[in-house]
DNA sequence: GTCTATAAGATGATAGAC
DNA sequence: GTCTATCATCTTATAGAC
């Protein structure tokens, strides 16, 4: 299986055929910098330097070669982080490896990616796929830190850690999307939510008196 | 003016052209079902019943012709709810109004059209302009409300309506998008976005003891 | 104002030489 | 494994008949 080549290959392992690692990582970039709408399978070749035809070759369709370079891309920045994600314990470290990484991700160009991925994958099941993928990968490395993070503190009774990790990584995305069309606009959503997050932060370092209160108040609350 | 037709004609006023607003309801349409990869001027055409040249004789271009539609469809959805946020005083009210909001738009489909304009306009200044005006026009509605809403409260010295505003809209359309390859993860999502609201909600109601504790925490937090 | 016809180019994908 | 050449099909946009 060194390359027959028709397709398969799974991740960037051993060594692997130059073309298709080039490939792999022109079609990322020509996502992030063209967006869904201007994908093509000749963009990406240029891009590469290699034919139009070896897309096909080694990919089949270039939907297949978008999917097969999104999971490679969202594997190698997950991985970055995992580590990083691992030393947090409280929820001031997350907000500052949460802006640290937001920075880091967007010059990058990966939530870009995301963003214009999830928009392909409303029409196209093959992006779709890659989409979920990508969504797990991400939300699964962020919950696990807000599990963590909100455990033994008054918020773990309230706070669902799946629902709140699939909202940042959603989040995050339309705020991206929203950046490129009124940049001061989406730094002042951003701001508004690290303020909330702060809150937040606050809440979870009440002392035992004004949390029983908040405690019966949201109990009251729910029930109503 | 009654239509020499080179492009303008602005608001869909008095009596407009029927193959203008045909063309004008398709494109929405198109945008909303197909995406922004699939936007092309026979789809829009064959939709709307007419022939695909009758495009670029009243709209120049189909970019023209998607930035006249969106700037039509946000001008109506934005009007239909303007008297209802009016009426809006409370957090409490404000969440079941957003509910009701997210819910409405949903199954018709403007969110999903404002993400794949979103997603169109990083490559696109024609579609950038009509995002741009698309979201002043629903984070100016949403702005007033929360400005509204938190005013007198405690919560009005710590939060910033117009950038509030700004992280929900562009929230709710990357809920929007993540919703297309999850719904079950997007309802997740959600469902943490509304324990959360409700958390500043009971925040915003505390007894003058915990609200004086809060305030001082979050001026410590805030200088750290 | 609307149509048909068409130009000029981009698209995904394949066949076959090397 | 990579290339050239090519297909049928799609695109935006225009010219001109009606």
Same mark, same amino acid.
């Given at each position: 299986m060194t390359d027959g080549s028709p397709f398969p290959a799974g991740v /960037?392992? /051993? /060594?692997?055929?130059p073309t298709r690692a080039k490939l792999l990582a022109a079609a990322a970039e020509t996502l992030r910098h063209e967006g869904i709408a201007g994908l093509a399978a000749r963009p990406i070749a240029a891009r590469a330097g290699v034919n139009q035809a070896l897309i096909f070759y080694h990919f089949g369709t270039v939907a297949g070669l978008v999917d097969a370079a999104v999971r490679a891309s969202v594997e190698e920045s997950t991985a970055f982080y995992r580590d990083r994600f691992a030393r947090v314990t409280s929820l001031v470290e997350l907000l500052q490896v949460g802006r640290e990484l937001h920075e880091r991700e967007r010059s990058a160009g990966n939530v870009a990616m995301m963003a214009q991925l999830l928009a392909g994958a409303q029409q196209d099941e093959a992006l779709a796929a890659a989409a979920r993928f990508a969504m797990q990968r991400w939300t699964a490395e962020i919950e696990a830190v807000v599990r963590r993070v909100v455990e033994g503190g008054p918020l773990a009774e309230l706070a669902d850690p799946a629902g709140i990790a699939r909202a940042i990584s959603a989040g995050f995305i339309g705020l991206e999307l929203y950046e490129g069309v009124d940049a001061a606009g989406a730094s002042a959503g951003l701001t508004a939510l690290e303020q909330l997050g702060a809150l937040v932060e606050v809440l979870d370092d009440l002392g035992p008196v004004a949390r029983r209160a908040l405690r019966a108040k949201v109990r009251r609350t729910r029930a109503g």
């Amino acid at each position: 299986m060194t390359d027959g080549s028709p397709f398969p290959a799974g991740v /960037a392992g /051993a /060594a692997m055929n130059p073309t298709r690692a080039k490939l792999l990582a022109a079609a990322a970039e020509t996502l992030r910098h063209e967006g869904i709408a201007g994908l093509a399978a000749r963009p990406i070749a240029a891009r590469a330097g290699v034919n139009q035809a070896l897309i096909f070759y080694h990919f089949g369709t270039v939907a297949g070669l978008v999917d097969a370079a999104v999971r490679a891309s969202v594997e190698e920045s997950t991985a970055f982080y995992r580590d990083r994600f691992a030393r947090v314990t409280s929820l001031v470290e997350l907000l500052q490896v949460g802006r640290e990484l937001h920075e880091r991700e967007r010059s990058a160009g990966n939530v870009a990616m995301m963003a214009q991925l999830l928009a392909g994958a409303q029409q196209d099941e093959a992006l779709a796929a890659a989409a979920r993928f990508a969504m797990q990968r991400w939300t699964a490395e962020i919950e696990a830190v807000v599990r963590r993070v909100v455990e033994g503190g008054p918020l773990a009774e309230l706070a669902d850690p799946a629902g709140i990790a699939r909202a940042i990584s959603a989040g995050f995305i339309g705020l991206e999307l929203y950046e490129g069309v009124d940049a001061a606009g989406a730094s002042a959503g951003l701001t508004a939510l690290e303020q909330l997050g702060a809150l937040v932060e606050v809440l979870d370092d009440l002392g035992p008196v004004a949390r029983r209160a908040l405690r019966a108040k949201v109990r009251r609350t729910r029930a109503g």
